[in-house]
C-alpha cells in the first residue's frame, strides 16, 4: 500500500488578546461621554444621574460633584474642578499613568493584568471614607461640592 503525497498541516496562530480590543472600545466611549460633558454643563441639565445617597440622606458621597469636576477640567478649570471633587481630581492622574502603562506593556506584547495590591485597593478605600466624612463635617465644608 502506497501513502500519498504528505501535506503539512496549517500552523493554527493563537487569536490576538482581546483585551487591547476593549481598552480601545473603552476609551472611544469615554471620549464619547467627556464630548457629551463638554458640550452640556451638568449644572444646567437634567439628563444627567442624580446622586440616589444625596438625595435620601442629604450628605455628599464619595463621587458626589464628580461630573462637574469632569465638566470644569474639560474647560481648563482646575481648581473649580477641585472644589466640585478634589479627589477625582487628584485621583485622575495616578489613574492616567497607571492606564498608558496597561496599554505600552500590552503593545510590547507582554502578558498583563489589571491588578492591584490588596494594600492600594485598602489604600484608596481608607482614604475615600476620610474624605467622605470630611466633606460632610461643617468644619471642612470646603471639601462639599
Known amino acids: 500500500m502506497q501513502a500519498g503525497p504528505q501535506t ?11 483585551t487591547l480590543f476593549a481598552v ?5 466611549a469615554a471620549l464619547g461621554v467627556s464630548a457629551v460633558v ?4 451638568p449644572s444646567a441639565y437634567v439628563f444627567y444621574p ?9 450628605l455628599y458621597c464619595t463621587g ?3 461630573t462637574r469636576a469632569v ?12 472644589k ?3 479627589l477625582f481630581v487628584l485621583a ?26 490588596p494594600k492600594w485597593v485598602w489604600l484608596f478605600l481608607a482614604v475615600a471614607l476620610v474624605f467622605t466624612v470630611l466633606r460632610n463635617l461643617p468644619a471642612f465644608s470646603w471639601l462639599s461640592p
Open 50 to 58: 442624580t446622586c440616589q445617597f444625596h438625595a435620601l440622606t442629604g
Open 84 to 86: 466640585d471633587n478634589a
Open 64 to 66: 458626589c460633584g464628580g
Open 71 to 82: 465638566y470644569q477640567l474639560l474647560h481648563g478649570h482646575v481648581l473649580s474642578a477641585l
Open 8 to 18: 503539512i498541516p496549517p500552523k493554527i496562530t493563537t487569536p490576538p488578546s482581546l
Open 92 to 117: 485622575l492622574p495616578i489613574l492616567a499613568v497607571w492606564g498608558v502603562r496597561f496599554v505600552v506593556q500590552q503593545l510590547r506584547n507582554r502578558q498583563t493584568a489589571l491588578q492591584l495590591r
Open 38 to 41: 463638554f458640550f452640556f454643563n
Open 24 to 28: 480601545a472600545v473603552l476609551g472611544l
